[in-house]
Nanobody, 122 residues
Framework: PLVESGGGLAQPGGSLSLSCVGS????????MGWFRQPPGKDREFVVA????????DYVDSVKGRFTISRDDATTTVSLQMNSLKPEDTAVYYC?????????????????WGQGIPVTVSS
């Protein structure tokens, strides 16, 4: 299972941090991703990091503002979100995909967290 924490309310231009803790000794073998589902919209890709940690893939709308990182020793993947915009408002989901291949498709991810809300509003 994946357990997310963090999130909440931020003003435009502010920052929030999300964390996702996995379980199991094979965490390092999983590529990890963050997706989000804005109100009334479909779930969408945000960012992914390969199991090796050496490759990241960001959707254009968050490049330069969001940073993904992972710590296999603590089985944690984090998402630092800076310069937040109202359009970043969504429920954010952590996801795991076994193997070293990155993907932007929800169907390619094996496990999902419960989701955590992020609201950006003044």
């Amino acid at each position: 299972p994946l357990v997310e924490s963090g999130g909440g309310l931020a003003q435009p231009g502010g920052s929030l941090s999300l964390s996702c803790v996995g379980s199991g000794r094979t965490f390092s073998s999983y590529s990890m991703g963050w997706f989000r589902q804005p109100p009334g919209k479909d779930r969408e890709f945000v960012v992914a990091i390969r199991s090796s940690g050496g490759y990241t893939d960001y959707v254009d709308s968050v490049k330069g503002r969001f940073t993904i990182s992972r710590d296999d020793a603590t089985t944690t993947v984090s998402l630092q979100m800076n310069s937040l915009k109202p359009e970043d408002t969504a429920v954010y989901y952590c996801a795991a995909r076994y193997g070293a291949t990155s993907s932007r498709r929800t169907v390619d991810f094996d496990s999902w967290g419960q989701g955590i809300p992020v609201t950006v509003s003044s």
